[in-house]
């Protein structure tokens, strides 16, 4: 009797193994071809599927935190997809894209001051580096010189940046400045 309760333990462990290695759980589990999000356990088999309204082959899974699993094909170790995110679509927030700024002239140059003022105005609620463009003009409207820089704009904030001319000597020739009314991020 001894022997066959050894037995009877070493088959329970064994299949706890087994379960463990293959990734079984007893929640909701995905077939092959769906796609894990924020943690738990699927099922390995694709004849498996605990929940036929949950495994939706090709759909971006979503979830509040954690990365988002894709499997495509579990003999293709290649065309796995893994992204760290914590956005509800499994997309990371750092690839959003900002919107320009708007941009403001405060000051042009003058022969004291070889640069122009500006006020940058970043409408995205984080910040981010924009490149101001300002063209320095003469007294004709024709081009001095048309200088950029890049400044750091906190989000839904304004801030004075400062174009600078190439020389002191070339603010003489300044008479107005026309800056880009938008100054895209960089």
């Known amino acids: 009797m001894d022997r066959r309760g050894q ?24 077939g092959h071809g769906s796609q894990h999000s924020g943690g738990g356990g699927g099922c390995s088999s694709s004849g498996q599927d605990h929940d ?27 065309s796995d997809d893994y ?15 900002l919107q320009d700024a708007s941009v403001e002239l405060i000051g042009c140059a003058t022969p004291s001051e070889a ?8 409408p995205n609620a984080t910040g981010g580096y924009f490149t101001v463009t300002v063209d320095f ?8 010189e048309e200088r950029s820089t890049d400044a750091y704009v906190g ?10 001319l190439s020389g002191p000597a070339v603010a003489a020739r300044v008479d107005h400045c026309d800056p880009e009314p938008s100054a895209p991020a960089r």
């Open 52 to 78: 036929s309204s949950s495994s939706t082959s090709g759909s971006t899974s979503s979830g509040s935190s954690g990365g988002t699993y894709r499997d495509d094909d579990d003999d293709d170790y290649d």
């Open 7 to 30: 037995k009877l333990r070493f088959t329970a462990v064994a299949v706890l193994v087994v379960l463990a290695l293959t990734g079984f759980s007893t929640g909701r589990g995905h």
């Open 83 to 97: 992204t760290d995110g914590t956005s509800g679509n499994g997309s990371s927030s750092t690839s959003a894209t």
């Open 115 to 122: 640069y122009a003022t500006v006020e940058v105005t970043n």
């Open 137 to 144: 003009l003469d007294a004709g409207s024709g081009t001095v």
């Open 155 to 164: 989000g839904n904030d304004t801030a004075t940046v400062q174009v600078d």
